[in-house]
Each structure stands twice: as C-alpha cells, then as structure tokens.
C-alpha cells in the first residue's frame, strides 16, 4: 500500500492540502472527521479521541483500508501510525503565527483578536490530544519526510509538491497491503485493544456517496465524463445566528470543484422553495464574498441530460 499521512499547525489548511493531494493521486482522503465516523462505527459510539488507544483503533481501520485503497492520511499524528512501512511519506504543513491567524479570520469570519483566541484554543487542544495519544504535546521534526511552508505556498502548490514527491519515489508501485499481511498485523492490535478491554466489530467500511436527489448523481456523473474531480457537501457555511453567537441557519452547497475554488448547489424544486433557497445563496455571498457559488437551475439539468445522456440507470425492479 501506499500512504500519505499529512499533519501540521492549526490553522495551515491541512486539511485542504491532504484533499487535494489525494485528489491529485487518485488516492483515497481519510480526513480526521471521516475517520471519526469510521471509529465510531467500528468500535461504538462513545470513542475517548484523546487516549493511548486511539492509536491502535485507528491504525486497524486504516489497515483494512489499505487493502485496497492507497491513502492519503489528514490526520494529526498519523505519521506515528506507519511507523516501518516502506510505501510511506510523511508530511507536515507550518506557517507562523501571523499567517495562521490570517487563515482562521477568512475561514471563520472572525476578527484578529478573536481570531488570535480561537488559533490559541486549537494549539493547546492539539497539543493536548497528541500528549494523552502519542506521550509527546509536539510532533518531532525527525518524524517527517517532508515539511512544506504555508507562508509561501498555497493549498494547490503543496498538493502538487506532495504528489510529485509520491509519483518520484514510485510509492504506489508496492501494490495494496495483502491479507495475509493485514491479518497478521491486525492480530497484534487486536491483542494491544483487549488490554482495554476494547473489541473491534469489523464494520466499518467506506460506503459510497448517496445523493439526495437523482440530479445530483447525474450531474456527478457530468463532472466524472469530464475527469473533473469534485466532492459531495463537503462544508456547511452558517448563515444565521441568534443574539448569543449560536449558529441557527447554515447552507451547505451540493458540490465543491476543488480544481476550479467553486461551489455548485442545484435546484430543481417548485418555485417557492427556489425562493427560499434563492435567499440562503443570498446571504451565503453576502457573509462569505471569497466563497465563489454557481447555481444550476431545473433547466439546466435537463438539458445536461438530454445532451450527454448521463441519468443514473434504472435500478432492476424486484
């Protein structure tokens, strides 16, 4: 198998540099909050995050994956998960503090002095989560191959260098982990677990996308035609708050086109509802002017379909 484990600084958009990376390699992204839900699924769904077993529950989740997936790894401290396996590269994303501080205003609309706080906050919760995980608050410069500058190189220019990288060193030319193999390892985890008294369920699995609506797939289907890489409601952006800073409306757009920065919401519903959505998209420009947005209309759709001839086939009848 190959992995790309990527982690870095709170506030250097590591998480946007793994996705494009995975994207760039055709590998497979486990983002942190995607492997969350994996281990909830595997192990039930009160899981500690900040103990010395995460660890072993998640290096069984991702084995199993790695069976027949090369992976690019989003995750805080997944280089330590790895250790010894020869297809690796290992990745973490630095920037000074003033430009993660610039970062975390733009992502979450926030001034520089409440930006400075909550980056403050995400320091010492990462720091906190890699000690009770790992022994150690910080990651150890040694423990990677390749450090890249968020200060000087954008999200894309660090997907590139990552991939390039990968393709140089032939990482994914050593095949898929075998069975054999991830059974064998997966034995030794199995053992560490019980000591927690902790039983894998063997469950957790990555299902495929389920669209909201037959155009939604057509229209992914449109952007597959064209090898234009895309992902399904990736972010919901607030857009209402109430008097206390609580989040009470937010708007996620059907599809995000990472090579183009753009959004993509669909609409193919009555009138009233076209308006109400109309509104949310409204609001979403006004609040969020960086965020570019296209919306493709009932119309649109159709003549998508009658054109390509992309609508999902019909499913057997029982």
Request: aromatic share 8%; net charge neutral; charged share 25%.
């Amino acid at each position: 198998m190959a992995v790309v484990t990527v982690s870095g600084q709170p506030g250097c958009r590591t998480g946007e540099v793994a996705r494009l990376a995975a994207q760039r390699l055709s590998f497979t992204h486990l983002s942190a909050e995607r492997l969350d839900a994996l281990l909830a699924e595997e192990f039930g769904p009160v899981i500690e995050s900040a103990s010395r077993a995460w660890p072993d529950m998640a290096a069984s989740i991702l084995l199993r994956l790695a069976t027949t997936e090369h992976l690019v790894v989003g995750v805080d401290g997944a280089e330590e998960l790895f250790r010894g396996f020869p297809a690796l590269l290992r990745v973490r994303v630095v920037a000074p503090a003033a430009r993660r501080t610039g970062n975390v205003m733009l992502d979450n609309g926030l001034d520089r002095t409440a930006a400075r706080q909550a980056l403050a906050e995400r320091d010492r919760e990462a720091a906190r989560v890699r000690k009770a995980r790992f022994g150690r608050a910080s990651a150890a410069p040694e423990a990677f191959d390749l450090v890249l500058n968020a200060a000087t190189l954008d999200s894309a220019h660090m997907a590139d260098i990552i991939a390039h990288a990968v393709e140089r060193q032939g990482l994914a030319e050593h095949g898929f982990l075998s069975p054999a193999a991830e059974a064998q390892l997966q034995f030794q985890i199995r053992l560490r677990l019980a000591r927690h008294g902790i039983q894998p369920r063997g469950r957790a699995s990555l299902a495929k996308v389920q669209f909201g609506h037959p155009s939604e797939e057509i229209f992914a289907n449109l952007l597959d035609f064209y090898r234009i890489p895309w992902e399904y409601e990736p972010r919901s952006f607030p857009i209402a708050w109430d008097e206390n800073g609580n989040v009470i409306e937010s708007f996620t757009p059907d599809f995000y086109l990472p090579e183009s920065n753009l959004y993509v919401e669909l609409t193919t519903m009555k009138q009233s509802l076209v308006t109400k959505k109309n509104r949310k998209i409204r609001l979403l420009r006004e609040i969020y002017p960086h965020i570019n947005i296209q919306v493709f209309y009932q119309k649109d759709i159709m003549d998508l379909v009658m054109k390509y001839g992309l609508a999902p086939q019909a499913q057997p009848q029982p």
